[in-house]
């Protein structure tokens, strides 16, 4: 079976298609839009990504190889899904794949560190997009393309509320994979002095949490231990160092505050941090202790594996 992943979610379809092509038998591929490769990401799944840097490279490049697919599976680029189901009726299956802001929105999100030019830019483009996925969703898109879909995905339960039940079209909780290759509780290499210890837990600020409302809620709950907060928006940190990074600490504090709420669900990073062996104090201030087996990349394949074969 030939798998076409389209665009992709923090290394979530680069994990699929890896641990696919290593144990399922499938031909697998990722075709992903990424001028930087910001984290690294695509670099360190080279062998199982298309990388362009364009959108008519990107373009060409999901064509030629939809025309091989058995499945196409599409990560959060929801406006391609009906041009899909148009060219290739129904002998191709499609599976729409949601990863989060892409259903539910973001109402504040948090601009890299640029110049004020740039700055001032920038917000100009995301109140142009606020205002254009306002309009998609007034124009009910999410319905049409969750229509045409042979199988919608989430990858947190929380998403299933967004997804509208259409008779006969199955929608899943699929658990983020985490490459347990790479992220296993495996010795720490040896550190030098500039990677000493500052705090026994770390947290990340990134583009989507309120950090400030996160530490008031740390500390209204009288957790007072040091935390490390890694400014992820100004220094970007590689995929392939983040398992020595998070490995400097005994915790990770998964707690994200976005739109006024707490996602109730463990972020990737979180995942992560328990295959390397951390601890993990969640959102509901719980610590938890090694990763749940349904987010092992054998089991995520194996139950997408399955999913496909009932399309």
Not at 261 to 281: F, H, Q, R, W
């Amino acid at each position: 079976m030939r798998i076409l992943h389209i665009e992709d979610a923090a290394a979530v379809a680069c994990i699929l298609a890896k641990y696919q092509n290593l144990t399922q038998g499938y031909k697998s591929k990722v075709v992903k839009l990424d001028k930087y490769d910001k984290f690294g990401f695509y670099k360190f799944y080279k062998d199982y990504v298309i990388i362009t840097t364009s959108e008519e490279l990107f373009f060409n490049s999901i064509l030629e190889e939809a025309k091989k697919a058995d499945i196409i599976h599409v990560h959060s680029k929801v406006e391609l899904v009906p041009y899909l189901r148009n060219k290739y009726g129904k002998s191709k299956k499609i599976v729409l794949h949601y990863h989060g802001t892409d259903i539910r929105g973001l109402k504040n999100q948090k601009l890299p560190h640029r110049s004020r030019i740039s700055d001032t830019a920038i917000r100009l483009i995301y109140l142009y997009r606020r205002i254009r996925n306002a309009v998609l969703l007034k124009k009910r898109i999410h319905s049409k393309v969750q229509s045409l879909s042979d199988l919608i995905i989430v990858s947190t339960p929380d998403l299933l509320q967004y997804v509208s039940a259409k008779k006969g079209i199955k929608k899943i909780y699929l658990p983020n994979p985490v490459d347990s290759d790479l992220f296993n509780p495996g010795i720490i290499p040896s550190v030098n002095s500039s990677d000493s210890l500052q705090a026994d837990a770390v947290t990340m600020d990134t583009e989507v949490t309120n950090m400030s409302w996160v530490q008031n809620y740390l500390k209204k709950n009288n957790i007072n231990f040091d935390i490390d907060v890694y400014d992820r928006i100004k220094h970007p940190l590689m995929y392939s160092e983040l398992p020595r990074f998070l490995k400097r600490y005994k915790i990770y504090v998964d707690i994200r505050h976005v739109d006024g709420k707490i996602l109730p669900n463990l972020s990737k990073t979180g995942l992560e941090a328990l295959a390397c062996g951390l601890d993990v104090l969640d959102f509901d201030l719980k610590f938890r202790h090694g990763l749940p087996i349904e987010h092992c990349p054998l089991t995520a394949v194996s139950k997408l594996s399955e999913e496909y074969a009932q399309l």
